[in-house]
């Protein structure tokens, strides 16, 4: 083999070493960060808070987003007493779901507290119709987000939204979702992807990640029942092929991801233990 054809060939074998290397790091580092929305435990977790983040956290879970924040508490604990045990269990608070009220009156407080337990994001969760059933709605809500990411954003926090499947539905025959990715700044407010809403509207999340790469930074990953789509599986265990999506993570800007269970074949503890467990295999 001639020096010049040996080298360019020595060239593409340590490229293409070097690609599955930073794919194995990428997928080592995605099961050493396995999320979870608390909101998965909404039935239990107001009764003894302490013991079941406790029990989350002897499941594998790594990072937490959390819901319900009000008054300066969550779960019926303060915030710092959350924090602290959170962070003596191992485990950190990356995210919180906040109401598009709090977000108008309120939302410099709910920034503070979110800052305080270490959050980097706080989320819009959910829109009634009110807010998206015009255009000019749609848009004002928007401009909503955007303001509120100002504040965040003067916290170290960054603003995000997360999707149902109404957000792929029209308002006067307009794409919801498409309208919000152009009117919500990409430099101040991040989509977190609800994998299964998209799947249940019958959108792939790949076109998604396409059509608008970087722009996905976290994800919600719960699975779909097999004969009923209204219901959740284990993940793992449902219709989703969440291998092709994980595998697209650098350009959707995946950067955390939360398994959410809303419906559960069990319970709701049961149904986080056995996802983890199912989403650690596809992590490899």
């Known amino acids: ?17 070097g ?29 003894d808070p302490k013991k079941i983040l406790s029990d989350v956290a002897s499941y594998g879970y790594k990072e937490l987003e ?31 779901h906040y109401g598009i009220d709090l977000v108008s009156s309120g939302w410099e407080k709910a920034c503070d507290d979110a800052a305080a337990m270490g959050q980097k994001y706080v989320v819009v969760p959910y829109l009634e119709n009110k807010y998206y059933n015009t255009l000019d709605a749609l848009k004002k809500t928007c401009a909503t987000i955007n303001q509120g990411a100002e504040v965040a954003a003067k916290r170290g926090l960054r603003m995000g939204y997360h999707n149902h499947a109404f957000e792929f539905g029209q308002v006067e025959g307009k794409t919801i979702m498409d309208v919000m990715l152009k009117e919500l700044d990409p430099k101040m407010v991040s989509i977190e992807l609800d994998l299964y809403w998209v799947v249940n509207a019958g ?3 790949l076109e998604y990640f396409k059509a608008y790469p970087g722009r996905f930074e976290q994800w919600h990953v719960k699975d779909m029942d097999k004969s009923d789509r209204s219901k959740n599986a284990d993940v793992g265990t449902g219709s989703i092929d969440f291998t092709p999506i994980f595998a697209k993570a650098s350009e959707s800007g995946m950067k955390h991801f939360y398994i959410e269970q809303e419906t559960y074949p069990v319970s709701s503890s049961q149904s986080v233990k056995n996802s983890i467990q199912s989403l650690l295999k596809v992590l490899g």
Do not use: E
Not at 4 to 13: E, H, N, P, W
């Open 19 to 47: 690609t599955v290397n930073n794919l194995l790091a990428g997928a080592s580092t995605y099961k050493d960060r396995v999320g979870l929305q608390l909101y998965s435990l909404r039935d239990v977790i107001g009764k």
């Open 203 to 205: 959108k792939n999340p």
């Open 66 to 96: 959390t819901y319900g924040y009000g008054n300066g508490k969550l779960f019926g604990l303060t915030v710092s007493d959350y924090a602290v045990h959170v962070k003596s269990l191992g485990m950190r608070t990356v995210s919180g």
């Open 1 to 17: 083999m001639k020096r010049r054809s040996f080298v360019k060939q020595l060239a593409l074998t340590s490229l293409a070493a």
